[in-house]
């Protein structure tokens, strides 16, 4: 067996890499957000058609509006924190602490973030 095989490179190496995803990531999370919020108004609506038939739906659409409004927080929060650790991962800068805050915000998004967070917890875990 070669010790040149890819299971043996140090995975720290293509920092600018993973800066680079990070970036791209963070730009569609916060396109997200604005889409969220540009399109709150419709959201509210289809889901308030779904409650035509529930007794007491002014519950309801207030749970819907504090998980809608938390979905905001949690998409601009991953989005924020994902621009921040991938310019500083491009700069070769130590984005330790950034990279592990944007991996756990952004392992709620399936796919991509999902197999960016668990990729960027596997390089920066010791």
Same mark, same amino acid.
């Given at each position: 067996?070669?010790?040149?095989?890819?299971?043996?490179?140090?995975?720290?190496?293509? !920092?600018?890499? $993973?800066?680079? %995803?990070?970036? +791209? /990531?963070?730009?569609?999370? %916060?396109?997200? =957000?604005?889409? $969220? =919020?540009l399109y709150s108004g419709t959201?509210? =609506?289809?889901?308030?058609?779904?409650l035509t038939r529930v007794a007491? /739906? *002014? !519950?309801?659409?207030?749970?819907?509006?504090? %998980? /809608?409004?938390?979905?905001?927080? +949690?998409?601009?929060?991953?989005?924020?924190?994902?621009?921040?650790?991938? %310019?500083?991962? +491009?700069?070769?800068? !130590? *984005?330790?602490?950034?990279?592990?805050?944007?991996?756990?915000?952004?392992? !709620?998004?399936?796919?991509?973030?999902?197999?960016?967070?668990? /990729?960027?917890?596997? =390089?920066? $875990?010791?």
């Open positions: 067996m070669s010790t040149n095989a890819p299971s043996t490179q140090n995975p720290r190496a293509n !920092s600018s890499t $993973l800066g680079a %995803l990070w970036i +791209v /990531y963070a730009i569609l999370r %916060l396109v997200a =957000v604005i889409l $969220l =919020v959201a509210t =609506v289809m889901f308030g058609a779904l007491d /739906y *002014a !519950s309801f659409m207030t749970i819907f509006h504090i %998980l /809608y409004i938390a979905a905001i927080i +949690v998409t601009a929060l991953s989005g924020l924190f994902g621009l921040l650790a991938g %310019l500083a991962l +491009v700069a070769g800068k !130590s *984005a330790r602490t950034l990279s592990l805050v944007a991996a756990f915000l952004s392992l !709620s998004d399936l796919p991509l973030g999902t197999t960016l967070g668990i /990729y960027t917890l596997i =390089v920066f $875990l010791p």
